[in-house]
Nanobody, 122 residues
Framework: QLVESGGGLVQAGGSLRLSCAVS????????VGWFRQAPGKEREYVAG????????YYKESVKGRSTISRDNANSAVHLEMNSLQPEDTAVYYC?????????????????WGQGTQVTVSS
């Protein structure tokens, strides 16, 4: 089970920290990613962290203002986003995939959370 938290309404230029709590699985064997979907748009891959944290991916538009991190002790992944803009408004989903490698590509995510809304006002 994956449960997201930390979404909300924030003004442009503000920050949010999204969290994804993972239960029911051996956390260290799973890569975890964050996706988002805005109304009328396709889902896009925002960030991902491999099973050990060795590999990290950021979508170009969030690179430099976002940090994804793993908290293995608590089976959680966090995505901190700064300098938020209205175009960051979307439902953000946490997803996980079982991997023995350090794969952090956008495909293959099997398990999904319910999503958390992020709204950035201008």
């Amino acid at each position: 089970q994956l449960v997201e938290s930390g979404g909300g309404l924030v003004q442009a230029g503000g920050s949010l920290r999204l969290s994804c709590a993972v239960s029911g699985r051996t956390f260290s064997w799973y890569a975890v990613g964050w996706f988002r979907q805005a109304p009328g748009k396709e889902r896009e891959y925002v960030a991902g962290v491999s099973r050990t944290g060795r590999n990290i991916y950021y979508k170009e538009s969030v690179k430099g203002r976002s940090t994804i991190s793993r908290d293995n002790a608590n089976s959680a992944v966090h995505l901190e986003m700064n300098s938020l803009q209205p175009e960051d408004t979307a439902v953000y989903y946490c997803a996980a995939k079982y991997r023995v490698t350090e794969d952090v590509r956008s495909d293959g995510y099997d398990f999904w959370g319910q999503g958390t809304q992020v709204t950035v006002s201008s």
